[in-house]
């Protein structure tokens, strides 16, 4: 499992992400606090308060990982 930290501030930020959870073929989980939001759910997302960064879990293999933190490269906190 691979973990990051995102950042989404607008509707088009959101859509970009879901897009890019969707092509892939593992599971991507969103963990804010208590709450784990399925990351291919656009209402999932919207759910979740977008004004602080939240974790995303991707269970998949490295490849896996890689591919999506390209796709969402410019969402990911920057540590």
Known sequence: MKTFSV?????????N???A???????IDI???RYVID??????I?????SKPF???LHGT???????AQNVGEFIEKE
């Open 39 to 44: 990351a291919k759910s656009i209402m999932g």
């Open 62 to 68: 490295d490849e896996d990982a890689e591919a999506f």
């Open 55 to 57: 974790t995303v879990e």
């Open 7 to 15: 950042q989404l501030k607008s509707i088009a930020d959101v859509k």
């Open 46 to 50: 919207f759910s979740l308060d977008l």
């Open 21 to 27: 959870a969707c092509t892939q073929p593992c599971d």
């Open 31 to 33: 963990v804010s606090g």
């Open 17 to 19: 992400f879901v897009n």
